[in-house]
């Protein structure tokens, strides 16, 4: 079985400070997907990652794929109150079915104004 | 946008009732799925479904089951709930298979199930 490992569980700030989460696993995943979900929402898709090192950026988000595909960073600059909410992050598998996606238990994040 | 909807989104039942959650997306998606996520808890896939009349199980082991009688409808039945089966149930669709370069998996809002 695939775990991925989330931290922090949960995180709150101040409007305006930058801040990380993580998504880390032992194992080997060919993409990785970060979503976030609003309380009472589905999960709404951020962004997928394929390439190992690959860094891609969505206005003040910037998510990171780690060299070996087993890891993963979201980084939110200037945070602002409409970010609050939880922060998963979902593997597919590198082998196998792909449609069994693994998700972690997602970081809450809550920006105080 | 995402089209894909799911009715109720909450419902108190009683011990042994049979229920049936809905969802339909009209997208034209081949692909679709169930989750099941508790309070704090990840996203377990617990049905998935290629197409039409295709349907598997998903890693967490549900009594619930499935049917894809049509490409836009993918519901979910319980037999006879019990308080165990109290949970928020999602409903997703995509085009490809997941993980895909490009691919978006689109989840519904969600039914909160809870049975008393």
């Known amino acids: 079985t695939q775990l991925l490992e989330q931290s922090p569980q949960f995180l709150s700030i101040q409007e305006g400070e930058n801040l990380t989460v993580y998504c880390n696993s032992s194992?080997?995943?060919?993409?990785l997907q970060w979503y976030r979900q609003e309380p009472g929402e589905g999960p709404v898709l951020l962004v997928t990652?394929?390439?190992?090192?690959e860094v891609k950026k969505l206005k003040r988000l910037t998510f990171q794929f780690g060299d070996a595909r087993k890891d993963s960073s979201l980084h939110i600059t200037a945070a602002q109150p409409g970010d609050t909410g939880l922060y998963l992050c979902?593997?597919?598998?590198?082998?196998?079915?792909?449609?069994?996606?693994?998700f972690g238990k997602g970081t809450l994040l809550t920006v105080n104004p | 946008e995402a089209d894909i909807y799911q009715t109720p989104r909450y419902l108190v039942i009683g011990t042994g009732k049979k229920i049936t959650l809905e969802c339909s997306q009209t997208?034209?998606?081949?692909?679709m799925y169930w989750y099941q996520q508790d309070p704090g808890m990840e996203l377990h896939l617990i049905h998935y479904?290629?197409?039409?009349?295709?349907?598997e199980k998903g890693d967490l082991s549900s009594e619930s089951t499935v049917s894809r009688i049509r490409t836009e409808h993918f519901p979910l039945t319980l037999e006879s709930a019990r308080p165990s089966h109290t949970s928020q149930y999602l409903c997703?669709?995509?085009?490809?298979?997941?993980?895909?370069?490009?691919?978006?998996?689109?989840f519904g809002e969600g039914s909160w199930l809870t049975v008393v």
């Open positions: 194992s080997v995943f060919s993409s």
């Open positions: 479904s290629y197409g039409v009349n295709s349907t």
């Open positions: 979902a593997g597919a598998p590198s082998g196998g079915s792909n449609y069994k996606l693994t």
């Open positions: 990652v394929v390439t190992g090192g």
């Open positions: 997208m034209g998606h081949d692909k």
């Open positions: 997703a669709s995509s085009e490809w298979t997941v993980g895909a370069s490009g691919n978006t998996i689109y």
